[in-house]
């Protein structure tokens, strides 16, 4: 009898552009999250308030938790094998249905939310159980452990989506602090230990990067949408036509700040990480939570902005200052971990103390919306051209020193 191969015939060979590229099934999978995106940030227009903001940020975490807990599947399992496929599209079924759930999520829809979700995460690990029966212990050990923390936190929200008001989100929330923290606590089991990020070294950064870098344009292009659908439908007037540019300027060095330089020197220093696995878990499962935030939080107010130019209530300017903050700040974290910096980036960290600055004087409602809109751009813009012309400079030290910009 033949021995059990090394590696299951459903893992990606290693190395090599083959391992590392992301394929048309995945692209096909995100379509699904360009339709979860939009439904969460026309849901928290709807209800902007801070019930209505709390609501929206647990389920924000929820459709990022499943999409890159499939991101890291994807890395391992290659798609382009028939089993893995048909593994993905069922999710993908799932996740339209996850998707169409979340404007009703906290009303008639939470048990439809609540079982596409819990079917996803258990279903897909599941999957990767099976498929690598006879790959390495330490993989197989690892999924073991995860698909008991989803089975566990599963009991939460199905729980949840029977319950109804204050008790749906509290049993919600509580599942998804289990998912969230499993990982700082290596999923540990009893009877099973711990993983460690050595288990995860063999992640492939070029992947996982790509495959993040690719949510952050989904989030980017609902941005654009939003933009050029309201903006459509409004008189072309100089006040609308302001919008509209600053709406587009604002996305414009939303995109420079995160693609410029960011993604390849955060790439290098995952490749040449000592604890790649360490790496993908802090900078790009967790920290691009915020930037994708910000993103979907910067297309709130630019409708906003685009639909009400003259006013803005207190839960609009947080919402048009709050996106930027969000959305540098995840930057600034980002970019501190995978680089050899002391600090965040001082131009990110000034472009947080400049919006700082600007919220009280927002809240005395001395400002309209459109110039709070124009405002908030201004200082995209600087923080994107600050960040660019430090990085280019001829005097600029190496990226692997700890400097800041």
Not at 163 to 186: C, I, Q
Not at 265 to 280: E, I, L, N, Y
């Amino acid at each position: 009898m033949n021995a059990a191969p090394a590696h299951p015939a459903l893992l990606r060979t290693s190395g090599g552009h083959e391992r590392s590229r992301v394929t048309v099934v995945e692209l096909f999978f995100d379509l699904v999250f360009v339709f979860a995106v939009t439904q969460l940030s026309h849901t928290l227009l709807a209800r902007l308030d801070a019930v209505g903001a709390v609501q929206i940020a647990l389920l924000l975490i929820a459709v990022w938790w499943v999409w890159i807990f499939t991101s890291w599947v994807t890395n391992w399992l290659d798609p382009e094998r028939m089993a893995v496929r048909i593994c993905l599209l069922a999710l993908m079924l799932a996740g339209l249905v996850l998707s169409s759930s979340i404007p009703a999520a906290f009303a008639e829809h939470g048990l439809a939310f609540a079982c596409a979700y819990a079917s996803m995460q258990v279903g897909r690990t599941l999957f990767f159980v099976w498929a690598v029966r006879d790959g390495p212990e330490s993989l197989r050990r690892n999924f073991y452990r995860i698909l008991t923390w989803f089975c566990f936190s599963a009991l939460f929200w199905l729980a949840g989506g029977l319950a109804a008001g204050g008790a749906r989100f509290t049993l919600w929330a509580l599942a998804l602090l289990l998912e969230v923290a499993a990982p700082w606590l290596y999923f540990y089991v009893p009877g099973l230990g711990r993983s460690t990020t050595r288990d995860w070294s063999d992640v492939d950064p070029h992947h996982l990067s790509e495959r993040c870098g690719l949510f952050v344009i989904i989030a980017l292009g609902e941005s654009l949408l939003v933009t050029g659908a309201t903006f459509s439908e409004l008189a072309w007037n100089p006040a609308t036509i302001v919008a509209f540019a600053s709406a587009f300027l604002g996305s414009v060095a939303m995109w420079w700040i995160y693609f410029d330089t960011g993604v390849q020197r955060a790439t290098d220093h995952f490749m040449h990480s000592g604890d790649p696995g360490r790496v993908a878990r802090g900078a790009y499962t967790y920290l691009h939570l915020p930037i994708v935030a910000g993103i979907i939080v910067c297309a709130v107010s630019d409708e906003l902005v685009l639909a009400h130019p003259e006013h803005v209530s207190n839960a609009g300017i947080f919402a048009i200052l709050g996106g930027p903050a969000l959305y540098l700040l995840g930057n600034a974290l980002f970019k501190w971990v995978t680089n050899a910096r002391r600090a965040p980036p001082l131009s990110h960290m000034a472009g947080l103390v400049l919006l700082f600055a600007l919220t009280p004087v927002a809240l005395s409602h001395v400002l309209s919306a459109l110039a709070l809109g124009v405002a908030t751009t201004v200082v995209m813009v600087l923080v994107a051209a600050w960040e660019t012309f430090a990085l280019r400079r001829p005097n600029h030290i190496s990226e692997t020193s700890p400097t800041r910009v």
